[in-house]
């Protein structure tokens, strides 16, 4: 007899179920993840390192030239503040030699630093003039024309002073004449009479041009100013020194005057000169082609309004 059946109580392993075996060749690739791997990072996690790297880059770029702009300004600002020096110490030089020769020549030539002092302003003013003039319009040969005769007047007048020339003649006249003057006073005395008669007829033929009242007025004021000169000229004896310096100044106030009253007779016309400074020819083809836009227009519309 058999014995009792025996059951087995065991529990049963599940079993797995079996898997599809694919072909490798033709089995689909995983879809890409962003964290395939625990420990590698993904594509975004790269691309943001590497934009962070290049931002850090740039910013370590823009200090270091922003260090070495901020150097380089503080080696400008060493270099003009240098500059500046340097050139405040060239216009000083070129004042001092300027102004401190034109005393020196005052006082070398004419014994006194009051000449180089008047000599220079008045020399300054000439030139100043003749400059505006230029400025004007008025040609480089008439103010070239007119320093000359400034020149010419400055060495006529320091002739005539150096020599003494129209003291001597006045002395001589008067004692040609016997006047009975004292001798230290007949040169001035006539060349006084001598000064206010022919200034003032020269006075009186000038102003004769105005009619009757014109002609009184410049026979008076020729007067006074011959009697003005004839004290200066026959009533002071000069040294060299002081006919030179006087020479100098009367030319150099010369100067301005001549140029002015020959530019005005010349025809001193600003307008002219400063009408060159006008794009005259494209206003003028603009103009034109602004006539010709509108000719063209009303042309145009005539032709739409007739269909």
């Given at each position: 007899?058999?014995?009792?059946?025996?059951i087995?109580?065991?529990?049963?392993?599940?079993?797995?179920?079996?898997?599809?075996c694919?072909?490798?060749?033709t089995?689909?690739?995983?879809?890409?993840?962003?964290?395939?791997t625990?420990?590698?990072?993904?594509?975004?996690?790269q691309?943001?390192?590497?934009?962070d790297?290049?931002?850090?880059?740039?910013e370590?770029?823009?200090?270091?030239?922003?260090a070495e702009?901020?150097d380089?300004?503080?080696?400008?600002?060493?270099?003009?503040a240098l500059?500046?020096?340097?050139?405040?110490?060239?216009v000083f030089?070129?004042?001092?030699?300027?102004?401190?020769?034109a005393?020196?020549?005052?006082?070398w030539?004419?014994?006194?630093i009051?000449?180089?002092?008047?000599?220079?302003?008045?020399l300054?003013i000439?030139?100043?003039?003749a400059?505006v003039?230029?400025i004007?319009g008025v040609?480089g040969?008439l103010?070239g024309?007119s320093?000359?005769?400034?020149?010419?007047?400055?060495?006529v007048v320091?002739?005539?002073?150096?020599?003494?020339?129209?003291?001597?003649?006045?002395?001589q006249?008067?004692?040609s004449?016997?006047l009975?003057?004292?001798?230290g006073?007949a040169?001035?005395v006539?060349?006084l009479v001598v000064?206010?008669?022919?200034?003032?007829?020269?006075?009186l033929?000038?102003?004769?041009?105005?009619?009757g009242?014109?002609?009184?007025?410049?026979?008076?004021?020729?007067a006074v100013i011959?009697?003005?000169?004839?004290?200066?000229?026959?009533g002071?004896?000069?040294s060299r020194?002081?006919?030179?310096a006087?020479g100098?100044?009367?030319?150099?106030?010369a100067?301005?005057?001549?140029?002015?009253?020959?530019?005005?007779?010349a025809?001193?016309?600003?307008a002219?000169?400063?009408q060159?400074?006008?794009p005259?020819?494209?206003?003028?083809a603009?103009?034109d082609?602004k006539?010709?836009?509108?000719?063209?227009?009303a042309k145009?519309?005539?032709?739409?309004g007739?269909r």
């Amino acid at each position: 007899m058999e014995g009792p059946i025996q059951i087995d109580r065991s529990p049963r392993r599940a079993r797995a179920p079996r898997q599809k075996c694919e072909d490798p060749l033709t089995a689909a690739p995983p879809p890409p993840s962003d964290d395939a791997t625990p420990g590698r990072p993904g594509l975004r996690a790269q691309v943001g390192r590497t934009r962070d790297a290049a931002r850090t880059l740039a910013e370590a770029h823009l200090t270091l030239l922003k260090a070495e702009l901020s150097d380089i300004a503080d080696q400008l600002k060493i270099l003009a503040a240098l500059a500046f020096v340097a050139f405040v110490a060239a216009v000083f030089m070129g004042l001092l030699v300027l102004i401190g020769g034109a005393l020196f020549l005052g006082e070398w030539l004419f014994g006194s630093i009051g000449w180089g002092v008047l000599d220079g302003l008045l020399l300054s003013i000439g030139l100043i003039v003749a400059i505006v003039l230029a400025i004007l319009g008025v040609k480089g040969r008439l103010l070239g024309t007119s320093f000359a005769w400034a020149v010419v007047v400055g060495l006529v007048v320091a002739v005539v002073l150096g020599t003494n020339v129209i003291r001597q003649a006045a002395g001589q006249a008067a004692t040609s004449l016997s006047l009975g003057l004292d001798p230290g006073w007949a040169p001035t005395v006539v060349a006084l009479v001598v000064g206010a008669i022919v200034v003032g007829l020269i006075g009186l033929a000038l102003g004769s041009r105005g009619g009757g009242g014109g002609a009184v007025a410049g026979l008076i004021l020729g007067a006074v100013i011959g009697l003005v000169l004839g004290w200066f000229c026959g009533g002071i004896a000069f040294s060299r020194h002081g006919a030179a310096a006087l020479g100098l100044t009367a030319g150099a106030s010369a100067w301005p005057i001549i140029s002015g009253l020959r530019a005005w007779r010349a025809g001193l016309d600003p307008a002219a000169r400063f009408q060159r400074l006008w794009p005259r020819q494209s206003y003028e083809a603009a103009l034109d082609t602004k006539e010709y836009l509108e000719q063209a227009w009303a042309k145009r519309r005539n032709a739409l309004g007739r269909r």
